[in-house]
Nanobody, 117 residues
């Protein structure tokens, strides 16, 4: 059974940092094409935050460029999102996503990130 389990969310002051992690299980690492993070802020649609292909090509939302860094541990089938200089507008539920070479994708259950003073 495919599972994506996120961790690392929480509350942080503006300017602070958090690292999100997502552990994938029930799938072969070689079946995964893209791992990434999306988020949904209150009252808004889900949006892409950052993705990384198996070839290490990355893609970031303009709003997080220079502040967030995505990384993958291929041996452990995990993906991480280092978030620095957090802003109140980064408050959202963050979701881990996996896309497969064969097509289709899987989603995690989400982890809340709150940036507030």
């Amino acid at each position: 059974q495919v599972r994506l389990v996120e961790s690392g969310g929480g509350w942080v002051h503006p300017g602070g940092s958090l690292t999100l992690s997502c552990a994938a299980s029930g799938m072969l690492p070689t079946s995964i094409y893209v791992m990434g993070w999306y988020r949904r802020a209150p009252g808004k649609q889900r949006e892409l935050v950052a993705t990384m292909t198996s070839g290490t090509s990355t893609n970031y939302a303009d709003s997080v460029k220079g502040r967030f860094t995505i990384s993958r541990d291929y041996a452990k089938n995990t993906v991480h999102l280092q978030m620095n200089s957090l802003k109140p507008e980064d408050t959202a539920v963050y979701y881990c996503n996996v896309e497969y070479y064969r097509g289709g994708s899987s989603w995690g259950q989400g982890t809340q990130v709150t940036v507030s003073s």
